[in-house]
Structures are given as C-alpha cells and as structure tokens.
C-alpha cells in the first residue's frame, strides 16, 4: 500500500482508475468524451448565439445547460487526466476549494435551470396564448441570472464552510475530485449537523426541482395527448421526452448519490455514479438536443451547412 505524506496541506485524490494499461485505455475514452462534450456544448452555445431563429427563450436556458456542462466536465477531468498520467495524486488545499466550488455551483444552477426549462415547455404547451408574457425574454434572463446566483452563493458558502474543517485523520480522498460527502469522513469532529444541512440543500436544489419539473411534465404530457393535431402533438412529444431524457440523466444518479445515508454508501459506487453526472451527461446533452430536434438541425444547415448523416428537416 502507497504510503502518502500527511505533513502537506495538499489532499490526496485516489482517483478513479488504476495505474495499468487497463486504467490507460479507459482515460483515453474519457478524454474522447471529454473532447465530444467540449466540441458539442461550445458548439450549442456558438450555434444559438449566431443563429437569430433560435434567439428564443427555450434556447438561451438550452445555451446556459450547454455552458454549465462544458464548465463541468472542464473543472474536473483535466485534472484527473494530469494526476493520471504524471503519476502525481496531490491537488493543492485551494484547487480542492476551487473544484468544489464549481461543482457544488453548477450542480445546483444546472437544477434550477433544468426545472426553468421545464416551466417554459409547460407554458409554451398548456398556456400557449400567454407564452409572450410568462416567458418573456425578460423573464428568461431573470431565470438565468437567479440560477446562477443562487447556486453560486450556496456553493460559496458552502465551500469555505467545508474548507475551514479539522481535516486531521487523513488527507486522502477517496474519489476523483474534491465532492463534500467524501471529504466528510476525514474530519476529526462530529459532521451530523453539516451533513443534515447537505440533504436539505440536495433537497431544496434537487428534490424539489424534479418534483416541479415532473409536476410540469405531467401537465403537458395530459394536455399533448389530448391535441387534435397530429403534427403539433408529435412535435410536443419530441421537445417533451428530449427534455426528460436529460433530467433523468442527470437526477436520477444525483438523487441516489446525495439521499442515501452515509452507511449505505461505497466509494466505489459513489464514483461510478458520480461518472454519470460529470462526465457522461455533458457529453450526451448536446447530442440529445441535437439530433432529436429539428430547429437545432436546420440551424446547423443555415449556419455550418451542416447536419448529423442521414438526418432530414422534415423529419
């Protein structure tokens, strides 16, 4: 067993995988991902931005989701990558805050923004007469400014609170970048009251999003299916189950991640599923959105000339 030295202020990342030729192979495929994930949101956010069609409510959150995705996936697998690949398992006490600041913010502004978008395809749906004025590009960007703020002012004062902990058992971090519950455990004092206050954030930036958000799904689900026109109920059903694809992707290992008691947890598990949130949903958003969407495919003709093969608009 590695014997690290506890006298630096420095935390350990264990990370996610070994030191072999297996653990090299599956970096590459991360870093291939990471590359896709890269290309995909920058490309999202560039394509909304300079095609006016798409400067519409629904796409400036669908260009901020693009944003939160590329920062995430950027503040946490070139880190990885470098430990992994110069042997080196250290990330400094500031770059562990730095992290986890950006985690904990885009976390919770990527909830509060997936439920945002949730609220729009239920007005734009169930009340489409008043769609101009609940959803006004005014509106939008209040949206977008509260979501960012809110999850900013939580995670900082988050991020000093955990940063100003006794971490006197060891700096060995179980996980593959600094996330608060697998910091917890080396602290030499007792956390319960600071771990109650974690569930409540992960129920206040989490829970109660998806609720809403299922809450709105439902509704326009009802009202889609009892659409006369065929055409119009198709498009909502596409626009509809794009949107719920991504939040599952993205609750679903977030709920079971940060709603279990800290007994029932393994490392191991809690890096697998934290792959999910970090990694994979990144790369997968854009795709999602792109292919399954026929505004964002003629947008990609008209300012690219391009579009994924075999796809049609008048599909």
Request: aromatic share 14%; hydrophobic share 45%; charged share 10%.
């Amino acid at each position: 067993m590695e014997k690290w030295n506890q006298t630096s202020n420095d935390f350990i990342l264990l990370g996610l995988l070994p030191q072999n030729q297996t653990g090299l192979l599956l970096l590459l495929l991360i870093i291939f991902v990471f590359v896709l994930a890269c290309l995909g949101n920058s490309g999202m956010t560039v394509l909304i931005f300079l095609d006016p069609r798409l400067h519409t409510p629904m796409y400036f959150l669908l260009s901020q989701l693009s944003l939160m995705d590329l920062m995430y996936i950027s503040s946490i697998v070139p880190k990885m990558a470098i430990n992994f690949l110069s042997g080196q398992k250290s990330i400094s006490f500031l770059g562990c805050g730095v992290q986890m600041f950006f985690f904990v913010t885009l976390a919770c502004s990527e909830g509060l923004l997936l439920a945002s978008m949730a609220y729009d395809r239920f007005v734009a749906i169930c009340h489409p007469l008043h769609y101009p004025i609940h959803m006004s590009k005014t509106k939008c960007l209040k949206m977008i400014i509260g979501a960012w703020t809110l999850g900013s002012l939580h995670s900082l004062g988050y991020t000093i609170y955990t940063l100003h902990l006794p971490y006197c058992k060891s700096r060995v971090i179980n996980h593959f970048f600094c996330e608060v519950p697998t910091m917890l455990p080396l602290v030499c004092m007792d956390t319960w009251v600071y771990e109650y206050s974690v569930l409540g954030s992960t129920i206040v930036f989490l829970l109660l999003p998806f609720l809403g958000i299922t809450a709105s799904y439902g509704r326009v689900l009802f009202a889609v299916f009892h659409m006369r026109s065929k055409e119009g109920r198709r498009k909502a059903f596409t626009t509809c189950s794009t949107h719920l694809t991504v939040v599952t992707f993205y609750y679903a290992p977030f709920v079971y991640t940060y709603l279990r008691p800290r007994s029932l947890r393994s490392p191991t598990e809690d890096k697998s599923l934290a792959v999910f949130y970090t990694i994979l949903t990144p790369m997968l958003n854009p795709i999602i959105y792109s292919l399954r969407n026929k505004e964002v495919l003629g947008a990609m003709r008209r300012v690219w000339g391009c579009s994924p093969p075999g796809r049609h608009e008048h599909g």
